[in-house]
T-cell receptor, first 111, second 114 residues
């Protein structure tokens, strides 16, 4: 079983829509969680960390559900510039703090 | 603060040759990770170095190897290149305080094997 699993999409949404991505992780000892954004043929860049109580950064909201072992990313009022691949990342203490990446969810925002 | 730097930006090799890719982490970062990303695919974990030692490697053949130097920079070597090794190779670094300073990626080296 993969450490981190994501729905690859693609998600095609109109401008202004709200879209949510989920990511599940298999290791209950996972302790740190992040969302990265990757534009086509570019390197991934940190979008936001995911805190236990949930956190918001402008139009982006990240949530963590430890009981069900998933994290989510909600994007409100989608912009054309949000089109990218979104990667969830998990760090597990009992694997020596290695970073595990999901395969990414592709989002296209349509005018 | 300078980011993660990788060289060269592009590399063209022929099948059977060897390729060497280089990475300099952010100052103060001791961990270096290497990933392979073939066109249209996700990140595939290659190698993880921390404090000069190899901590883990992904499911790649032994012809993929590397090392980390005392200044924490790193090299990835790919021997006996095959056509399917053509990909974007990304290096990332992190500090021990990964929660506050998670992975930072370089711009990558685009390797083309002909």
């Amino acid at each position: 079983r993969k450490e981190v699993e994501q729905d690859p999409g693609p998600f095609n949404v109109p401008e202004g829509a709200t879209v949510a991505f989920n990511c599940t992780y298999s290791n209950s000892a996972s302790q740190s969680f992040f969302w990265y954004r990757q534009d086509c043929r570019k390197e991934p860049k940190l979008l936001m960390s995911v805190y236990s109580s949930g956190n918001e950064d402008g139009r982006f909201t990240a949530q963590l559900n430890r009981a069900s072992q998933y994290i989510s990313l909600l994007i409100r009022d989608s912009k054309l510039s949000d089109s990218a691949t979104y990667l969830c990342v998990v760090i597990s203490l009992n694997t020596g703090n290695q970073f595990y990446f999901g395969t990414g969810t592709s989002l296209t925002v349509i005018p | 603060e300078a980011g993660v730097t990788q060289s060269p930006t592009h590399l063209i090799k022929t099948r059977g040759q060897q390729a060497t890719l280089r990475c300099s982490p952010i100052s103060g970062h001791t961990s270096v990770y290497w990933y392979q990303q073939a066109l249209g695919l996700g990140l595939q974990f290659l190698l993880w170095y921390d404090e000069g030692e190899e901590r883990n490697r992904g499911n790649f053949p032994p012809r993929f190897s590397g090392r980390q130097f005392p200044n924490y920079s790193s090299e990835l070597n790919v021997n006996a290149l095959e056509l399917e090794d053509s990909a974007l190779y990304l290096c990332a670094s992190s500090s021990r305080d990964y929660y506050n300073s998670p992975l930072h990626f370089g711009n990558g080296t685009r390797l083309t094997v002909t």
